[in-house]
């Protein structure tokens, strides 16, 4: 099976928090309206993993999501040119990881949050992933689930 792919969402929990999300199990990922954010979602494989981060009020990592479906047309936007997947929760992080946080890690210098922060769809390094999941107390479960 090949390695996950790895990425950063973003979401203002007002409009969708992850722990709506958790409550309903999956969600389309949709509404992305940026090229480069577009291709990003057109870039994602069934299985690969997502830092969720709340944007605007929270401004923190709060947890990972897990791609479920691979890109289909975003429902939001019919006949048009963008993008979605199907998003379903994988954990919570145990701390959320602040933006002040990333900012003040040296390690995360060149992560999407500093480097890209107008981005809602980003890659993220898997040494940067690992790093976010230490600074929130978290550890992936040992057997993923199977992405359907």
Request: glycine share 6%; with cysteine; charged share 25%.
């Amino acid at each position: 099976m090949a390695k996950p792919q790895y990425w950063l969402i973003k979401s203002e929990p007002s409009v969708y928090a992850y722990a709506q999300l958790e409550r309903e199990g999956r969600t389309e990922w949709s509404g992305v309206r940026n090229f480069e954010a577009r291709n990003n979602l057109r870039a994602m494989k069934p299985g690969d993993l997502c830092l969720y981060y709340h944007s605007n009020e929270d401004k923190a990592v709060v947890g990972v999501a897990r791609v479920l479906t691979s890109p289909t047309e975003d429902s939001t936007a019919p006949g048009e040119d963008w993008a979605s997947v199907e998003m379903g929760p994988l954990v919570a992080l145990q701390k959320p990881v602040t933006l002040a946080t990333v900012k003040a890690t040296p390690a995360l210098g060149e992560f999407p949050l500093i480097t890209r922060s107008r981005l809602s769809v980003a890659p993220v390094t898997p040494e940067h992933f690992q790093h976010v999941l230490e600074l929130g107390g978290t550890k992936l479960p040992k057997k993923l689930p199977k992405a359907s």
